[in-house]
C-alpha cells in the first residue's frame, strides 16, 4: 500500500487523468455499441414451471407461455357495449406490436399470425359482446368494466412495449371512458418515475449535506464524492457492456448505484478522516497520505473485498437473473475501492492542506500541533463501555431481540398489485377489476395436461370435475380448452383468493402434491400447476432450497478473511455472529413493515404482503458485505492499538473512540443513501431502502457502538487468542497496516509555508 500511495502522489495528474480517461472512453464505448441491453432471464431448473416452459415451446405455443397483460376498460357513463367505438382502433393495432401472441376481449379475439400462433379474428367485433364464452365473461355483470387480456411472446415486456400499448388506447380515454394497464406484463409502468427528485440524487444531496457538516471544508466534502463518481461513471459503463455479454436484469443499474454511492463516499470517508488526524497531529502531507492508505486503505482494500464476495455469493443460488446483478454490482464495488486507493491519494496530495477548515490550518502554521488527546463524546462513551460493559451488552441484546420477533413469521412470495403505489396505473387496474370480478380474478391460474389423454374429453371431465369440488376453486370459473393437433389441454380456474393470500399459494401445494396424482399416476399424461402464483411457489421453493448453502458460503468465505487479517478466532466469531443479529434485526423490521403491514400505507404500498422471495437472499449479501466493513474499521484500530501496546482494555477503548464517530458519520451517510429509495416508484425499491438503511441504523448505533465493544471489554485478552498449530500454517496478511510515524517527532511540511 505504500508504494501504492507514493506512486498516486507522484503521478498524480496522470491518475486523474486516467480516471477521466476511463470515464469517457467506457462511456463512449458503451453508446457506440447501443447502449445497455437489460433483460431477465427468468429460468428456475427443475422445477414444474421450467417443465411447464419447456414441453409449451416444444410444442410450439410460445403464445400461450408467456407473460400476459390486461387492459381494463370502464365506463362512468352507460355501458361499455355502448362505447365499443371508441376502442376498435386500438383493438385493431394491436397485432402490430411484435412480441403479442393473441389478445381476447369482450368483443372478439385474434391470434397475432405473424408470429406463428394461429391467424384471423373471432367474435362479435364492433357490433357487440362477443361470440364465445370466454369473450362473455370478460365484461362485469354491470356491463360498465370490460378487460382485454394480452398475450405476449417472451417472459418479459420492456418499457418501449408498454408504452406502445398504451399509446394505443389514447384516443379512447375521452369522457366516460377509463383505460387502465394491469397485469405483469405492464408492471414496469409502475416502476416509472411519478416525478420530483430522483432517490439517487436525493441520497447524494444527503451525503453532500452531512459531509459538510463533518468536514465543514469545501475540499474534505467533495473529495470523497468526486471519488463514488469516478467509480459510478466507470463502473455503470461496464455494467452495460456487459449486458451485451450475460443477461442483466433491469434493477441491477439502481443497485448498483446504490451500493457505489453508498460504500464509495464512506470508503473515502475513513481514508480522509485518518488523512486529517495525522494532518492536525503535524505530519507532513504527503507522510500523512502514505500512513493513511497503509493503514484505513487497507482496511478500505480488505472490507471492500468481504463485500465483493458476498454480493457474488449470489451466484451460487443457480437463479439466472441473478447473475448479472451480482457480477454488476461487485464491479461497482471493486471500481470504489480502486477509486479510494488511487485517485483518492492523488487528489489529497493535489489539495494539501486544504482538506482542513481554515482554524485548523492557521493553527499549524503557527506550530499548533495537536497531541494523542483524545478527548469529546465518542472517547467518554468508550470509557463508559470500558467501565460497565455487561448493561450495554445486555440493554442491545434485548432490542436486537425484540427487533428480530417478526422475522419468525417471514412469509416468501410476490407480492400483488394491489400493493403497488396508489396512482400507478396497474394499481388502478388492479382495483377496478377486484371491484368488478372480485379481487381472486386477479390471480387466475391453469391447468396444463400434456400426453394422449390432453384431447380425451373423458380425462378432461375429471380435471376439472376434480377442481370444481377443490376447496378454494370458484367452480364456475373452471373450463377446459384442447389445443387442437397437439397433445397439450389447458383447464383456466380462479381460486376464491387473491393472488398474495397464503391460501392461493397452499391451494397450489396442495393441487401439486394431493388432487392432481390421484388423476394422473398410472397414465402417460401428466397434468401441471402453471400461472403466477405457481411460478412464485417454484421461486420461493428454489431459493429457500438453496439460502442454507449460500449462507454458509458468505459467513464461511468472510470468517476465513478475517481468521487471517486479525490472527484471532473470537473476532472473526463475534463478527459472524453481529452480522446475523444485524440481519434478523433488520428482516424483523420488513417484515413488521411490509408484510404485517404496519405503516405500509403511509408509504403507499397497500395493506401489506409477502416478501419477494430473491429479496432476502440479496438483502443478506448486502447487509453482510456492509457490516464487515464497520467491523473492519472498528476492530483494524483496535489491532493496531494492542499490537503497538499490548493493552486489550486501552486498545479497545482507543480504538472505539477513534473510531466511533466516523463510523456513524459513515451510517449517517449510508442511511441517507438508502433512505433516499424510500421515496422511489415500487414497493421493492422501497423495500431495498427501509431494509438496507434500517440494518446500517442497528448495526452502527447498536451493535458496533455498544455490543460489540462491550463483548470484547469483557472477552479480555482471549480477543487476540490464536491456536500456535494455526498460527504456524496461515499466511500472515495485515489490514491495520504500520503507523511509521506513530512514535516520531513531527518533521516541518513545505505545505505550512503556502498562503
Not at 477521466?20 to 441491453?37: D, F, R, Y
Not at 402417460?524 to 405457481?534: D, Q
Not at 437472499?617 to 503497538?644: C, H, P
Not at 458496533?704 to 487476540?720: A, D, E, I, Q, Y
Request: proline fraction near 4%.
Amino acid at each position: 500500500m505504500t508504494t501504492l500511495a507514493r506512486l498516486a502522489i507522484r503521478y498524480r495528474w496522470w491518475v486523474i487523468a486516467a480516471w477521466i480517461g476511463a470515464i469517457v472512453g467506457l462511456q463512449l464505448i458503451s453508446a457506440a455499441v447501443g447502449g445497455a441491453t437489460y433483460r431477465n432471464d427468468f429460468r428456475l431448473p427443475h422445477t414444474e414451471t421450467q417443465t411447464v416452459s419447456n414441453l409449451l415451446n416444444a410444442a410450439h405455443l410460445t403464445g400461450t407461455s408467456g407473460t400476459s397483460g390486461t387492459v381494463v376498460a370502464h365506463s362512468t357513463r352507460g355501458t361499455l357495449t355502448a362505447r365499443t367505438a371508441q376502442l376498435t382502433p386500438a383493438l385493431a393495432k394491436l397485432c402490430t406490436v411484435a412480441s403479442m401472441a393473441s389478445y381476447t376481449s369482450p368483443f372478439g379475439a385474434a391470434s397475432c399470425a405473424a408470429r406463428g400462433v394461429g391467424a384471423g379474428a373471432t367474435g362479435g367485433g364492433a357490433a357487440g359482446v362477443g361470440n364465445t364464452a370466454a369473450e362473455k365473461a370478460l365484461l362485469s355483470k354491470a356491463g360498465t368494466t370490460g378487460l382485454i387480456e394480452l398475450q405476449f411472446v417472451g417472459n418479459e415486456v420492456d418499457s418501449a412495449t408498454a408504452d406502445k400499448v398504451t399509446a394505443f388506447f389514447d384516443t379512447a380515454t375521452r369522457s366516460g371512458m377509463q383505460i387502465e394497464f394491469t397485469g405483469n406484463a405492464f408492471q414496469v409502468l409502475s416502476q416509472k418515475s411519478s416525478g420530483g427528485v430522483p432517490p439517487e440524487v436525493f441520497g447524494f444531496l444527503a451525503a453532500l449535506i452531512i459531509l459538510a457538516l463533518v468536514f465543514r471544508t469545501v475540499a474534505g466534502t467533495v473529495l470523497p464524492l468526486i471519488s463514488a463518481i469516478a467509480a459510478l461513471g466507470t463502473g455503470l459503463a461496464l455494467i452495460a457492456l456487459l449486458s451485451h455479454a450475460i443477461s442483466v436484469a433491469d434493477f441491477a443499474t439502481q443497485l448498483a448505484t446504490l451500493m457505489v454511492l453508498g460504500v464509495g463516499i464512506d470508503y473515502a470517508l475513513f481514508v480522509v478522516s485518518r488523512h486529517r488526524r495525522n494532518l492536525v497531529a503535524g505530519v507532513p502531507v504527503n507522510d500523512s497520505i502514505v500512513i493513511s492508505l497503509d493503514t484505513s486503505g487497507r482496511s478500505v482494500l480488505f472490507a471492500g473485498m468481504t463485500v465483493v464476495i458476498a454480493i457474488l455469493g449470489l451466484c451460487a443460488l443457480g437463479v439466472s437473473f441473478l447473475y448479472g446483478v451480482s457480477i454488476g454490482t461487485a464491479i461497482g464495488v471493486a471500481l470504489t475501492m480502486l477509486a479510494s486507493l488511487t485517485l483518492l491519494p492523488a487528489l489529497l496530495s493535489l489539495f494539501g492542506l486544504k482538506v482542513l477548515p481554515r482554524r485548523q490550518r492557521r493553527a499549524l502554521r503557527a506550530g499548533s500541533v495537536h497531541g494523542d488527546e483524545h478527548t469529546g463524546v465518542w472517547a467518554r462513551w468508550a470509557r463508559l463501555i470500558e467501565r460497565r460493559p455487561i448493561v450495554p451488552a445486555l440493554a442491545a441484546g434485548v432490542v436486537i431481540m425484540m427487533l428480530a420477533i417478526p422475522f419468525f413469521s417471514i412469509r416468501l412470495g410476490s407480492s400483488d398489485q394491489g400493493n403497488d403505489p396508489a396512482g400507478t396505473t396497474t394499481r388502478k387496474g388492479y382495483d377496478l377489476v377486484a371491484a368488478a370480478f372480485g379481487a381472486s380474478y386477479n390471480g387466475k391460474l391453469e391447468l396444463v395436461a400434456d400426453g394422449p389423454d390432453a384431447s380425451n374429453p373423458a380425462f378432461l371431465d375429471k380435471l376439472t370435475s376434480l377442481l370444481k369440488h377443490t376447496d378454494g376453486v370458484v367452480a364456475s370459473s373452471v373450463s377446459a380448452q384442447p389445443v387442437p393437433h397437439t397433445s397439450v389441454a389447458f383447464v383456466n380456474f380462479t381460486p376464491t383468493t387473491t393472488p398474495q393470500d397464503a391460501r392461493t399459494t397452499d391451494l397450489v401445494k396442495n393441487l401439486r402434491s394431493t388432487a392432481l396424482p390421484t388423476i394422473d399416476n398410472g397414465t402417460s399424461t401428466k397434468v401441471y400447476v402453471f400461472g403466477g402464483t405457481a411460478i412464485n411457489v417454484d421461486f420461493a421453493k428454489v431459493l429457500s432450497a438453496k439460502m442454507p448453502l449460500f449462507f454458509a458460503l458468505v459467513i464461511g468465505l468472510s470468517f476465513l478473511l478475517l481468521v487471517l487479517a486479525f490472527r484471532s478466532l473470537v473476532i472473526p466469531l463475534t463478527a459472524a455472529a453481529m452480522n446475523l443479529l444485524a440481519a434478523g434485526a433488520s428482516f424483523g423490521v420488513v417484515v413488521a413493515i411490509f408484510q404485517w403491514g404496519w405503516g405500509s400505507q403511509a408509504l403507499g404500498i397497500g395493506s401489506g404482503g409477502p416478501i419477494e422471495p430473491f429479496l432476502p437472499v440479496m438483502f443478506f449479501a448486502i447487509l453482510f458485505g456492509l457490516s464487515m466493513d464497520y467491523q473492519v474499521f472498528l476492530v483494524s484500530r483496535m489491532k493496531e492499538e494492542w499490537t503497538n501496546t499490548g493493552d486489550t482494555q486501552r486498545a479497545i477503548t482507543l480504538g472505539q473512540a477513534e473510531t466511533g464517530g466516523v463510523i456513524t458519520a459513515a451510517a449517517i451517510i449510508m442511511i441517507a443513501v438508502f433512505g433516499g429509495f424510500v421515496f422511489g416508484d415500487g414497493r421493492v425499491i422501497k423495500l431495498f431502502g427501509i431494509g438496507l438503511g434500517g440494518a446500517i441504523l442497528i448495526d452502527a448505533f447498536v451493535l458496533r457502538t455498544v455490543l460489540v465493544p462491550s463483548l470484547m471489554h469483557l472477552f479480555g485478552k482471549w480477543n487476540w487468542w490464536y491456536p500456535p498449530v494455526l498460527d504456524k500454517i496461515t499466511p500472515r496478511l495485515s489490514i491495520e497496516g504500520e503507523d511509521p510515524l506513530a512514535h516520531s517527532e513531527p518533521t516541518p511540511d513545505p505545505e505550512l509555508t503556502r498562503t
